[in-house]
C-alpha cells in the first residue's frame, strides 16, 4: 500500500474522530467509511466550513490563520482591486477585510467612496459603515446608519445587524430600547452571544432576577445542544458562567 492512501485513510479517520467527538450526526461515519474522498470532500464543505465562517468570530478566526500564511495578503489583495476598480463591490471586500483587521478609519474612507449613487443606501455597504463606526465608538452613528439600513432596505435581513443596533442602543445608555432589542435578535440568532448580551443588558438595567434567568436558560439550553455546538460557543458559555456566578 502506497503513501498517498496510507494520507486518505489517515485524514478518513481524523474526520470520524471529529464526528464522534463533536456529536455530528452519525450517518456521516457512513459517509466517510464508504466514499473517503467524496465523504470527507462533502464533510468538510457542509459542516467545517460553515462552522468556520459563521460570523464575525468565524471570519476572524479564518482571517488569523491567513495571517500566518502572508501577513496582510487579504488586505493587499483587496487594495489592488479597489484602485484597479473602485466599485461597490470591491470596496465591500476591502472595507470587510479593514474592518477584521480592525482599521475602522481605513474602512470608512473606502465605505465613503462606494456608497454613491445607486449604491448611497446598498444594505451591505450600510452595515458595514455601522460597524465601523460601532468601533470607533461612534454609537448614536452607527444606530442611525442601522435605523436607515432597516429603512431604505425593508426586506433586508441581518442578524449580525440587528445585534450590532441593540449593542449601539446599551453603549448610548438606552437600557430599556435595547433589552427589547436584544430580545427580538435573540429568538434567532445563531450562537449564544445574543441571548449573553441580553442577560447583560438586564443586568444593567437593574433586573438581576431576569438576568439572572437567562443566564440559566442559555447554559441550561447548552447542555441539551450538540457537542458541536458548545465547542464553537465556548468563549460565550465560559462568560455566561461567570456572569452568573458574579450576579447579587
Request: with cysteine; proline share 4%.
Amino acid at each position: 500500500m502506497d503513501m498517498p492512501i496510507y494520507f486518505t485513510y489517515a485524514i478518513q479517520l481524523l474526520l470520524i474522530f471529529h464526528v464522534i467527538k463533536t456529536g455530528r450526526e452519525r450517518y456521516w461515519i457512513l459517509i466517510l467509511l464508504f466514499l473517503p474522498l467524496l465523504g470527507g470532500a462533502a464533510y468538510v464543505i457542509l459542516e467545517l466550513l460553515p462552522e468556520l465562517m459563521g460570523g464575525v468570530g468565524g471570519q476572524r478566526a479564518l482571517r488569523g490563520m491567513q495571517q500566518l500564511v502572508d501577513p496582510g495578503g487579504d488586505i493587499r489583495a483587496c487594495q489592488q482591486a479597489w484602485e484597479q476598480s473602485p466599485n461597490a463591490e470591491n470596496g465591500r471586500r476591502l472595507a470587510q477585510a479593514l474592518i477584521l483587521a480592525d482599521k475602522p478609519a481605513e474602512a470608512l474612507e473606502v465605505l465613503q467612496q462606494a456608497r454613491s449613487g445607486f449604491f448611497e443606501d446598498d444594505p451591505t455597504l450600510l452595515l458595514l459603515e455601522a460597524q465601523a463606526r460601532f468601533l470607533r465608538e461612534e454609537w448614536a452613528d452607527s444606530r442611525k446608519l442601522l435605523e436607515r439600513l432597516r429603512s431604505e432596505n425593508p426586506d433586508f435581513r441581518s442578524a449580525e445587524g440587528h445585534l450590532l443596533h441593540a449593542r449601539a442602543l446599551q453603549a448610548e445608555g438606552k437600557l430599556d430600547e435595547a433589552v427589547e432589542s436584544y430580545q427580538a435578535v435573540a429568538g434567532y440568532f445563531p450562537g449564544a452571544e445574543a441571548r449573553y448580551r441580553l442577560a447583560d443588558a438586564l443586568q444593567q438595567n437593574g433586573d438581576s432576577a431576569a438576568a439572572r434567568d437567562e443566564l440559566d436558560n442559555l447554559l441550561r439550553d447548552a447542555k441539551l445542544a450538540p457537542a458541536h455546538y458548545r465547542k464553537s460557543q465556548k468563549a460565550w458559555l465560559a462568560a455566561a458562567r461567570k456572569s452568573l456566578a458574579d450576579l447579587p
